[in-house]
């Protein structure tokens, strides 16, 4: 491929001379001349040649300086130069054309072949040069489409998440609404089995339909906690066993004459799927101890029922027990009929838990001892 040469040279006989020499060798140079330094610049501006033969000597700018500026010029691409000199150079002017920027030297009168052989040289490494510009270029190019393809793909990325922001927002409003009405019916069902209460006179079913009411506020306690928490997937259990007990108490009618007492971190968390059996199962254990533990009045002033709920492992135990008279002889809770019990051991299977029942009547330790080990995780469990 012809090389664009620019020949500079105040001389119009030294112009003429490398012209022929370069033209000697046909469809290899295209040849272009410039008489004085600042002519070659303005050629260059919009014309850059391949290579440059540079005389130094030159009345209104020198080869040095031309070649200082052309360097100088981030926008013009590489362009090899070689100096043209009269004669053989001194070291510091040698120096100081190498430090302008120039590529190689040439000796006037110029030799045919060397001229070529140098112009070649130098044509090499513009060529790598050239190559290695347009790698960068290249790789800049690619750099340049993958920001603003990552821009693009950030901005979209933040659209999404606005829209599952605000998503999420909905769905947790609307997650407290469902607890918020859950609780309301529960207590709407608590009121109407209150009513119904008051038509009857029999006691036995008095007593069903409050325990019933009990059982209810059991549930109703849950989802309150749930919707004041924001939290929809864990019930903090030390909150709820004493709201339990709180409402157990008022429930029952009593006073500090039995003491409710609970070891429960207070950042203890329990799924949503446990919290609702295990809610039902600490209001029965409870409401028994109140109902049974103490019936007279001396067992009464040193009564005492605790809920402890301790981690293991990969397990929880939970402990609920009193001091009081314990369990009558006849009773099995293992196999009772009785609904209250019965719906404790439902309910611990439906926890995939397992029970222990201590009954400490004969020993010197008086009173109920439910124990109830389960797992800590659940992946499903079913409806009561
Ligand atoms: N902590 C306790 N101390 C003494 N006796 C208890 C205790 N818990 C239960 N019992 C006895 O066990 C029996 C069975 O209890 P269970 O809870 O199954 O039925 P209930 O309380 O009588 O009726 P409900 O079905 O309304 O619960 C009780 O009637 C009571 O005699
Ligand atoms: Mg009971």
Do not use: W
């Not at 610049?41 to 020198?62: G, H, Q, V, Y």
């Not at 029965?284 to 109140?290: D, F, P, R, T």
């Not at 009045?297 to 492992?313: F, H, M, N």
């Amino acid at each position: 491929m012809t090389k664009n040469i620019l020949i500079v040279d105040d001389n119009q006989d030294n112009l003429m001379v490398i012209q022929l020499l370069l033209e000697s060798f046909p469809g290899t140079y295209a040849v272009a001349m410039a008489d004085s330094g600042q002519k070659a610049l303005s050629m260059i501006k919009n014309n850059p040649p391949d290579a440059m033969l540079l005389d130094i000597r030159m009345p209104d700018m020198d080869g040095f300086e031309v070649c200082r500026r052309i360097r100088r010029q981030q926008q013009i691409p590489y362009i090899p130069v070689i100096f043209l000199t009269a004669q053989a150079l001194n070291a510091e002017d040698r120096i100081e054309g190498f430090n302008s920027g120039c590529d190689d030297y040439i000796t006037k009168p110029v030799d045919r072949n060397e001229l070529a052989s140098r112009l070649n040289s130098v044509l090499r490494i513009k060529a790598l040069t050239d190559a290695l510009q347009d790698e960068r270029n290249l790789l800049e190019n690619k750099v340049i489409e993958r920001t603003i393809k990552l821009q693009e793909e950030i901005e979209q990325r933040r659209k999404a998440e606005k829209l599952l922001e605000q998503s999420l927002k909905e769905k947790i409003v609307l997650l407290q609404e469902i607890h918020h009405r859950v609780k309301n019916n529960l207590n709407v069902i608590s009121s109407i089995l209150e009513l119904q209460s008051m038509e009857i006179t029999d006691t036995t079913s008095i007593t069903a339909l409050a325990n019933c009411r009990d059982r209810v506020f059991s549930m109703a306690s849950i989802h309150e906690l749930l919707y004041e928490t924001h939290n929809f997937a864990e019930v903090n259990f030390s909150t709820y066993t004493h709201n339990l007990m709180n409402q157990l108490s008022t429930a029952y009618k009593i006073d500090d004459s039995i003491k409710l007492e609970q070891d429960i971190a207070p950042d203890m968390q329990i799924n949503l799927n446990q919290a609702i059996p295990l809610g039902l199962i600490l209001n029965e254990l409870i409401s028994n101890a109140l109902k049974y533990a103490f019936p007279n009045k001396q067992t009464k002033a040193t009564g005492v029922i605790s809920v402890q709920l301790q981690e293991e492992d990969t397990h929880n135990i939970l402990c609920v027990k009193d001091n009081g008279i314990g369990l009558p002889g006849k009773v099995k809770p293992e196999q009772t009929t009785s609904l209250g019990l019965n719906l404790v051991n439902i309910l611990t299977k439906q926890l995939n838990g397992s029970i222990t029942f201590f009954n400490s009547k004969n020993s010197n330790e008086n009173g109920m001892q439910t124990v109830i080990r389960f797992p800590k995780t659940l992946e499903e469990v079913n409806p009561v």
